[in-house]
């Protein structure tokens, strides 16, 4: 088995390819897709590395999906609509049940938001997966990225924290921490991008980032990026119910510096209106947990209105 | 140092960025861009792995032009111009120094090519660096694919064959390989990517493909995907003057399938005149090699037309 018969096998054919203005797909040098004229192109990319991003024996399946969702993440942060994805696949050996496996995730997942796989690479070497999608979005619209928040915006976050993070602990430290539900592993294995909460924030939020590396750091660099502050209440951090069973501090140290949550954390303006909260509630819920102020750096206050210091601030890439 | 410092330290600012209808660059969550309305979207993804792609000793400076140059290679088989360029590194530890002639090598080749770093990522784990190259390509002109060979087509190939895949023998089997020359070792370190040549080709060759993984190998690409089938001579290849020190057989088999050469492959019509072959000749030596024939299969004849075998096919991936 070559590269070529591994792409035929599991990676050639996909669902979407005519209806998504592929002009040119797997398999030539380079692909060729394009864009309607009122469109801007939107890329991001990630790779996921085994045993740094994910546990060693995770399976193939979830890797796929993972490394696609987060991309997806990225592409929702912009608010942009995600089309086409490459996708490099570096691995230690010819091993077809991995492939199969590796494409049965992958697929889940591009095809639930319609996106054909236009090109990429097989390598053999140490197993990481790297992803990147393409999007677009409409160019008269003002995108969202992290420079906007305003002083007076409200901070909103999308679903809840901490349960990948729980998940996480209970495999790695499975001494310490009561094995994880399987609807908290999903949240590690299979997070949702919120790619439709996304596309309506864009025209009504100043500023929105995506929670990858725990939402300390994440929000820190909205704040950075728009020269402002913030200050979060802890107890209106939307926590999810595997953080119940750990001790309350513990608790808000996984919320806040976890990880992995790939929610949405977004500034509204202050006079947002009740309609557009609802309608936006009614994609996903969405919390409000504090505001952007004009003193630098960011300011974690508990329910009596006292100041927190947290120990472990983020993940850190090295 | 954090991914962030170390992306701002290093790779941030890109000279390119004003002129090349970048909206949103490195440091969001995702890059935005626009495109001309009528231009269509190329893009191509290679990673490069050490101690696969590259002996595991190769300076920084030459992994990073190469992971670009391979890419733009790809871009020049389908006649497009590169533009954008996102960059994910998986590096084993903090180390300032790699990072800062990987940079260097970087952008000596980007900024040649007037292309801008867009997005990316940065990550720990065994070395290996994934590039992806964002190009355009006008949509009314028919793009270069491999699937448009002609029976008589006449086959060509860009610059000499051989030259990079003897300089990897001198480094990896040094007790039975006489040491690369500087010219050499260039070939293999900063392969030149034959953009120029691809674009003039775009409406003129009937099909193209770039040489990474040796003549054999790719040259049978543009026969599988085209349902045609070629006949070579070998003593038209032109052979690198490295292979002159090594005996005729393993010479072929050299330029044959020892890969890297990043040369471009592509047919034109027979009946292609002599003012557009001098033009194609005036932007790199290109030399008739064989034509397109009806049966399938890559035939390969001697001086003496005699049919060759060659014993060792192609590079693998796994």
Redo the contacts between chains.
């Keep these: 088995?070559?590269?070529?018969e591994?792409i035929q096998s599991y990676f050639h054919k996909s669902t979407y390819d005519d209806t998504n203005n592929v002009?040119?797909g797997v398999?030539?040098?380079?692909?060729?897709?394009?864009?309607n004229?009122d469109e801007?192109?939107?890329?991001?990319?990630?790779?996921?590395?085994?045993?740094?991003?994910f546990p060693e024996a995770t399976r193939p399946e979830y890797v796929a999906y993972k490394a696609l969702a987060v991309n997806l993440?990225?592409?929702a942060?912009?608010g942009?609509i995600p089309r086409?994805i490459?996708?490099?696949i570096?691995y230690p050996?010819?091993n077809e049940f991995w492939f199969k496996a590796f494409a049965k995730g992958f697929y889940s997942l591009a095809n639930i938001h319609s996106l054909s796989l236009?090109?990429?690479?097989?390598?053999?070497?140490?197993l990481?997966v790297?992803v990147?999608?393409?999007?677009v979005?409409n160019?008269y619209r003002q995108?969202l990225?992290?420079?906007g928040a305003q002083v007076g915006d409200d901070i909103y976050i999308s679903g809840e924290l901490g349960a990948a993070a729980y998940a996480l602990k209970s495999i790695l430290e499975k001494e310490q921490w009561e094995a994880a539900s399987d609807g908290e592993l999903a949240r590690l294995n299979r997070p949702e991008a919120r790619v439709k909460l996304g596309q309506a924030l864009s025209g009504i939020a100043n500023s929105?980032?995506?929670i990858s590396d725990g939402l300390n750091a994440d929000l820190t660099?909205i704040l950075n990026?728009s020269g402002v502050g913030a200050e979060l209440n802890l107890s209106l951090l939307p926590m999810s119910t595997s953080l119940k069973k750990i001790d309350i501090n513990s608790a808000y140290e996984l919320a806040m510096t976890g990880g992995d949550d790939y929610e949405l954390c977004f500034t509204l303006p202050s006079d947002i209106n009740n309609e557009q909260l609802a309608e936006l509630n009614a994609i996903c819920s969405i919390s409000h947990i504090g505001k952007i102020i004009s003193d630098k750096g960011l300011v974690l206050k508990d329910e009596n209105n006292h100041k927190v210091i947290l120990s472990k601030m983020s993940y850190?890439?090295?």
Tied chains: 1, 2.
Aim: glycine share 8%.
């Design positions: 088995v070559n590269e070529f591994i002009v040119i398999g030539d040098d380079a692909a060729i897709v394009s864009l004229s801007h192109l939107v890329v991001c990319m990630d790779t996921l590395v085994s045993g740094v991003h993440s990225d592409i942060a912009m942009a086409w490459t996708l490099s570096t050996e010819q236009i090109g990429g690479d097989l390598s053999r070497g140490p990481s790297t990147q999608v393409q999007g979005l160019k995108p990225s992290r420079a929105c980032i995506d660099h990026a850190r890439h090295f």
